[in-house]
């Protein structure tokens, strides 16, 4: 991907260093491994809070071959970085993330990394229906410095217990075995089919304090969100899965949202994030909503991508991987009336090209 034969080496080494510390682990190896993998692993300075608004960044595939474009995908980061997000959540669910390889999630951090964009401002998805996968990423984040994890929970098995998901946090958390940790647990039942219960969230914060830092919460139940935030939001940073939230999770003591939205809104919905005791709160998130169930009227990750190609002008975006179809012609021009209409616009992206 990169046109530097030593970077391209010295990140081959990193990902084999990954790997083999990773299986040094699950064969009964120490927390230490991946410290003596011969330097593989990258300096980084403690991680810093995150708060605000994050984008689970869209990622661009090349149209025939649909393997990850880089070059798009860096610009795109950019973008969001420059107009509105505070730190994206890369293969996040709206990046398509878990229709990549762990070996393309990999090379795909190491190339941002390598592209300009601070590691610190990345909180990058690691869950994984296994452990030795979650304990891969979530390595690999940590080595270049990443300063959160965003973990789904095993979500292949349905019905598993209480003690089960608690397990698999503990494992990959004790098996990285890495201070720089920063896991986010991500709660989206109506996707994954498992949710996170406040029992097990509570449980972990006390057993894994600073290094069980928050949660996205994607279940569209500000009851529960509410719940989380009394329990044990002094030590835990809750992010709401939509804008729509926002305001209310703010006033409730919550610290931002990680939305797909922010993809293509960022600087309106970083407004409300600032401005949220305003007079003119209500009426921010009245316009977001609007916004908001535009793209929803849609399948989302179609929909975003087709409105960073159409306002991007980059006739390359629409591309998405399987199970997913682009948007039809018909879909689109519907898309942009609707947009047009409530004045929506997209600042600043075609000069990033």
Known sequence: ???????????????????????????GGKAEADERQGGARRHH?????????????ITP???????????RYIRHCRWLLS????ALAIFGTNSEANSMSLEEREQLLYELADGGVNPSDLMPGTGACDVPSAVRLTRAAVSVGASGQLMLPPFYYKGVPDDGL??????????????GMRIYLYHIPGTS???????????????????VAGMKDSGNNFTFTQ?????????????????QWLLQNMRAGGVGCISATANVNPGAIDRLFRTWQAADADAQQAALNVVRGIFSSFPMIPALKYAVSYYGADPAWPTVRAPWVELTAAQGAQLVSKLAAVGFTMPGLQTTR
């Open 61 to 71: 595939f090349q149209a025939g071959t649909y393997k990850p474009d880089v070059k």
């Open 83 to 86: 107009h509105g997000c505070s």
């Open 193 to 211: 089919g498992v949710a996170i219960p406040l029992p097990v969230i509570e449980r972990l914060v006390k057993a894994y304090p600073v290094v």
């Open 227 to 243: 719940s989380v935030i009394s329990a044990v939001g002094s030590v835990f940073d809750v992010f709401v899965g939509s804008e």
């Open 1 to 27: 991907m990169s046109n530097s034969g030593n970077s391209n080496m010295g990140r081959r080494s990193l990902l084999k260093a990954t790997a083999i510390a990773g299986a040094g682990m699950l064969l």
């Open 45 to 57: 300075t403690p991680p810093r809070r995150i708060t605000g608004v994050l984008a689970p960044a």
């Open 166 to 179: 608690f397990r698999y946090y503990s494992e990959v958390i004790q098996r990285v075995g890495d201070s």
